[in-house]
Every structure is written in C-alpha cells, then in structure tokens.
C-alpha cells in the first residue's frame, strides 16, 4: 500500500491542552496560525465568513474500527462518527472567520488543541445543501406554477438582504447601486401591493442603465425581455412603477443620498482611493477593499430608506402592448430577423442592417446610440 506525506500549513493556538477537553473550545476562539511560506495562500480569505480547517490529531490515541458513544449509547463504526480515534487521524472542522491580522485567522467553533498540526484550509461549500432545497419537489411544483413565489415572499417581508443576494447571482458583485435599486424596487412593490407575471401589466421606467437597474430588474420582474422595461436614458437614480392604467409611484434618490452613504462607511472612501485612484493592487490592500466594499453594500440596505429616497405618486402615460411581428430571412448572412428591423432589397428579399451597413441603435455604458 502506498505511503503519502503531508506537511503541516500552521498551527492552533487556544487554551485547551486535553483531547478530553475539545468539546469547551468550540464556543471560544481559536488562533490558526499559518507559517509565513504559506501566507501567499490567504489572499481574498477575508470575503468567507467559514471556512473548512483540515487538521492532524497529533495526540489522538489508536485507531478503533467501531467506537460507543456515551449519548445516544450507540456503537458506531468510525466512518459513521466524528471520532478522533481515526485510521489517518485526520480531522475536519467547519468554523466561523472572526478576524484575521496577517498570517493569523481568528476563528470560533474550531474543536482542536493547542498545537494540531493544520494540513488544509478552505473555503466552505453549501452548493449541496442549496442544489437539495432547489430540487425538493414539492417546492419545485410551486416555482413551475408560481416561478417568482420565492422573490414575492421576500418582497413582502422586506428581506432586502435575500433579494440582494439573489439579484447578485445575475448582477455579478455587491455595491451600493445594486444595493439602492432593491430598496426602491422592494419599497414601489410593496406600495402598490403589485405583482409581475412578465406579461405587462406592470411596468418599470428606470432612468439610468447601472447598477441600480439591475436591481431594479430582479425586484420588480420587469425587464426588457418580456417588455416590461422601459429606459429613458436620462442619467438619473430613479424609477417608476406603474400599473397598466398608468398609476404608480416614482421613486428617486435624493441629492444627498451618496453623502449620507460615504458618512455611514467612511472607512471605504480611503481604500477606494488607494485601489482605485492610486492602483494599488497589493494582496492584503485588494483583501480589505473588497471585504469593506462588502459591508459598505449590504450596510446600505440598512439605512433608513427616507433619507436615501424620494416617494411620489404618479400618473404616467403607458404604451400599447407591445406588437408580434414577423420575420425574415436576410439574403445575405441567412439569419432570422424581425421584419420591422429589416431592409426591402427587391421583390419579398430582405436585409439586415449590419449586413446593409445600415445605422442601428445601441445600449451600452454610455446610454442609447448610433
């Protein structure tokens, strides 16, 4: 049988020197202290709030195959436990990443002594438990009859933390912009007490093409896809909600509302300064940016919503439905194209305007343009 060796990456340091005594240590913190060869490793650490810590029970006596645990009082093989008494004398922790300050990581819920050998360090992985909750069938039967009956619920409890999580799935990251556009979002459907099906009956009007928009996509279900999305490209914080009879509410950030945020995380402005402006892109700078870029997003959707915001009822004229139109096939490149979209070049022959070197409109970060 072949032999493998394994090389500690650092160490514990806590108060519990028994292996008798492990069960008092997981309420109290630990330091883990990773050797300076392997200090590289922890770079972006900072962004998990668990981690998985794989250790070495340097002080664990023999191996047993079977073992009785004293509660229930059952016997078990050690496959099916979390004894110490292992054949590799491996162990694995799940614990929760308090601080850390250079090659040291605070932790708490760490079942280790002073002095295990730690071999591995990783982040912690739920996909399982999230792939499971998604496949349960019985919610599954509820998503294909209602599919947005997860995000309606945390709309209507005002779980603006949920939302932002799920709208970042699609966003790509966490900011402040994100973070404004669920706020309005969440607060507009909660004042109509509206609800999407995609079909156009509710509408959003945003008025910027940010972040901000994203968020007000995800809330409200209205994008561009199912035309209930409308742009005006005026440069604005601001939306409007609105049902089919064109009454609804707008609601816009108000002149101060960047102040007040840099206020309530004044710390950011100095990294932001020194990553962005300045380039500095060292590992541990790079660490604490993204991690207080972090709390500075989900710390927005706990200021009070008033003094970020205004709120008016308006009434807003509404387009028709919009049109199904046919499509052709252009004569050139051979694609599908939406006929009102395309060039008459002879008798029932079409083109499209890339292969026409027709001028076309197009959204980007910059706005509408040709």
């Not at 932001?272 to 790079?286: A, R, T």
């Not at 028709?320 to 052709?328: C, G, L, R």
Request: aromatic share 8%; hydrophobic share 35%.
């Amino acid at each position: 049988m072949e032999q493998y060796t394994f090389s500690p990456v650092g160490i514990v340091q806590n108060h519990i020197e028994k292996p008798d005594d492990y069960r008092k240590i997981k309420e109290k913190p630990s330091t883990i202290e990773v050797y300076e060869t392997y200090e590289e490793a922890l770079t972006g650490i900072e962004a998990n709030d668990y981690l998985d810590i794989i250790f070495y029970f340097h002080q664990s006596e023999p191996a047993t195959m079977t073992e009785t645990h004293s509660y229930p009082g059952v016997l078990r093989g050690v496959f099916a436990s979390r004894s110490r008494r292992r054949p590799n004398l491996i162990g694995h922790t799940t614990v929760k990443l308090l601080e850390r300050k250079g090659n040291k990581l605070l932790v708490q819920g760490l079942d280790a002594i002073s002095g295990t050998p730690v071999l591995d360090i990783k982040n912690c992985d739920t996909s399982l438990f999230a792939y499971e909750y998604e496949q349960n069938p019985v919610h599954q039967n509820k998503l294909k009859s209602s599919p947005r009956i997860d995000i309606r619920n945390e709309i209507f409890a005002n779980r603006t933390e949920s939302l932002m999580i799920k709208a970042a799935q699609s966003h790509g990251h966490y900011c402040p912009g994100l973070a404004l556009g669920i706020m309005a979002a969440t607060h507009a459907m909660n004042h109509l007490e509206a609800e999407s099906d995609g079909m156009e009956d509710l509408l959003a009007i945003t008025e910027t093409n940010n972040c901000f928009a994203d968020g007000v996509q995800f809330v409200t279900g209205c994008t561009f896809g199912n035309n209930a999305l409308i742009f005006k490209d005026v440069g604005k914080t601001a939306f409007t909600l609105t049902q089919r009879d064109g009454k609804g509410v707008r609601i816009a950030s108000r002149p101060e509302s960047q102040q007040v945020i840099r206020e309530a995380f004044p710390d950011f402005r100095e990294l932001y300064k020194k990553v962005v402006e300045e380039q500095d892109h060292s590992p541990e700078i790079m660490a604490e940016y993204r991690k207080t870029a972090l709390d500075r997003a989900f710390g927005t959707l706990s200021i009070d919503f008033h003094k970020l915001f205004t709120v008016k009822e308006v009434e807003t004229e509404i387009p028709e439905y919009a049109k199904i139109h046919d499509s052709v096939i252009c004569d050139r490149c051979g694609e599908n194209i939406m006929k009102t979209r395309a060039r008459n070049t002879g008798e029932d022959t079409w083109r499209c305007l890339p292969c026409g070197d027709d001028p076309f409109y197009k959204l980007d970060g910059n706005g509408i343009r040709l």
